[in-house]
């Protein structure tokens, strides 16, 4: 029986750059899920009868919010809910099970990077029918409902069994449990040549891939331990945990320090990668060699044509606005355009659908293509193994020689996280402030030549996405970029990106850290940073 619940509105429901994140315990609030997924719901149309997938990372929470939907879904008057065996879905294959089986749409639950546990993350997210995360006009539906919201609807009716894959009923609408990874594996296998890597892998070639006791676990055993034949050893931290082990699982040089560690032993494998807790994010790292997010866009981008799915040459190539200007020298290179892009997936899913990009990246290590509509972190793994099976060649090899035909972008991401939500705030209001006046002063003994706040207008629906992060340019085409990120929980993170491009015939030899010395200087003389927030040093370098 359909029950209409009475509620009160919260007004803090406001969806950031991939969704509603909050710590477990604010969700845990008396009707706030229901509030908010009945917003989702209120902001759609023309759903009935049609169908929603649903699924989550495994975080804490993620199997009790998995009913609270479903009993929902069936009350508002969908017909089907497809539904990851164990309520495990990572966020690209969700995005490929909705456009697989022409769902209306679908609900991610994940705070994707975040720490999971019952004082840690979560997050719930809303995907439209093309897979993609909703746009900003969707979400500012949804957010504008939470706030008035007085009623959601339910039904009373028994868990159901998530474990087991088949089908059973609530209120008549079918809820189907799915294989979490048939799909995925089978879309990988029709863009990837996996006999080359099989041979690659046979012939001695050693791979390592943590899954962080993330999302990708089970991924990765089935396509890189058995398909591909590395064997499930080459998979560690691959059994999803509710709380991640512990761990952050954000693939970066300090949450896979181990990772990292291993490469750079003598005896090291010769290829790591790790990916998220929902499986969008990567980290590539050779025999002795790490290759930064945005240099891995660039190189996968050149080197594309030799896997199967992407032999007919590239669209087009879109990066975030804070990536490197790497993958820029690349499309130049091919002839193909190159759209720069406000941070936040969604900024691509038009140019994808509109078939004017097919490779996307963003500096946060999310790589993606065409064959979904959300970052991927394990089909940029594939990729890799198959350029690597392809050219035969080492990572570092790889890596030398795109930068003698490029040149090389030194890149750093500097993380300032939790700090006081006032307090960043004032400081990009300062530095908006001297925007103007910026050009041809000096910091730090560099020469200013522009200043703005990056706005970006859609090519495909005009649509106008402003404040989008402040650059800053100095002579020689180095930059930095400040940016409060949407991701996190609790107070705000500030991002700071430091980039110094050194041309082909430049030193492409330097340690990163000595290259962007002065650039960091510069950042902190131009906003402040240690007088804002009294941080004298970020917490996360990336």
Not at 303 to 312: F, M, T
Not at 413 to 431: F, K, P, Q, S
Request: glycine content about 12%; aromatic content about 8%; overall charge negative.
């Amino acid at each position: 029986m359909i029950e209409t619940v009475p509620t009160t509105p919260y007004q803090d429901q406001k969806p950031g750059t991939s969704g509603l994140r909050k710590k477990v315990r604010h969700f845990q609030q008396p009707n706030y899920i229901e509030n908010f997924v009945q917003a989702i719901f209120d902001s759609l149309e023309g759903f009935e009868g049609q169908t929603l997938v649903l699924g989550g990372d495994g975080r804490f929470h993620n199997r009790e919010v998995i009913q609270v939907v479903l009993r929902m879904a069936a009350a508002n008057g969908f017909g089907r809910v497809l539904v990851g065996q164990g309520g495990i879905l990572s966020t690209p294959a969700a995005s490929n099970v909705i456009r697989k089986y022409e769902a209306f749409g679908g609900i991610i639950l994940s705070a994707s990077h975040n720490p999971g546990g019952p004082d840690e993350d979560f997050g719930i997210k809303y995907n439209i029918a093309n897979g993609g995360p909703a746009p900003e006009g969707v979400t500012d539906a949804i957010y504008a409902r939470t706030k008035v919201i007085d009623a959601y609807k339910t039904v009373t009716a028994p868990d159901v069994d998530i474990d087991t894959i088949g089908e059973s009923f609530i209120e008549g609408m079918s809820v189907q449990v799915i294989d979490s990874v048939a799909d995925y594996a089978a879309l990988m296998e029709t863009l990837f040549d996996f006999g080359a890597i099989r041979d690659l892998i046979g012939s001695g070639f050693r791979v390592v891939f943590d899954a962080m006791s993330a999302v990708t676990g089970p991924y990765a055993l089935e396509i890189i331990g058995r398909r591909l034949g590395a064997g499930e050893d080459a998979i560690f931290n691959g059994v999803p945990l509710p709380d991640f082990g512990g761990h952050h699982p954000d693939p970066n040089l300090v949450h896979a320090h181990d990772l990292y560690d291993r490469l750079m032993a003598p005896d090291a494998p010769d290829f790591g990668a790790a990916s998220d807790g929902d499986g969008d994010r990567n980290l590539i790292i050779g025999k002795h060699i790490f290759i930064t997010p945005s240099d891995s866009l660039a190189m996968l981008a050149a080197n594309a044509h030799l896997a199967p799915g992407y032999a007919a040459g590239l669209k087009g190539i879109a990066r975030s606005m804070p990536t490197s200007g790497a993958a820029d020298r690349v499309a130049e290179k091919l002839g193909i355009p190159l759209y720069e892009t406000p941070t936040g997936w969604k900024f691509f899913g038009n140019l994808l659908d509109a078939g004017m990009a097919t490779i996307c990246g963003e500096e946060s290590a999310g790589t993606g293509s065409d064959h979904v509509r959300e970052k991927d972190g394990l089909w940029a793994v594939l990729l890799w193994l198959n350029i690597l099976a392809a050219r035969r060649e080492s990572v570092a090899a790889i890596a030398r020689q795109h930068w003698a035909t490029y040149g090389r972008n030194y890149y750093a991401r500097h993380d300032y996280e939790g700090i006081d939500t006032a307090a960043a705030d004032a400081l990009m209001a300062d530095l908006r402030g001297q925007l103007a006046a910026l050009p041809g002063t000096e910091a730090a003994g560099l020469k200013i030549a522009s200043a703005d706040d990056f706005a970006y207008t859609d090519p495909v629906d005009g649509s106008v996405s402003a404040k989008q992060g402040i650059r800053i340019g100095f002579e020689g085409g180095s930059r930095v970029v400040f940016r409060l990120s949407g991701t996190g929980t609790s107070g705000a993170t500030l991002r700071v990106y430091i980039e110094r491009y050194e041309p082909a015939d430049g030193d492409l030899a330097q340690d990163t850290p000595q290259a962007l010395a002065p650039l960091i200087a510069a950042a902190e003389a131009v906003a402040g940073i240690t007088r804002h927030t009294g941080r004298s040093q970020p917490d996360v370098v990336t």
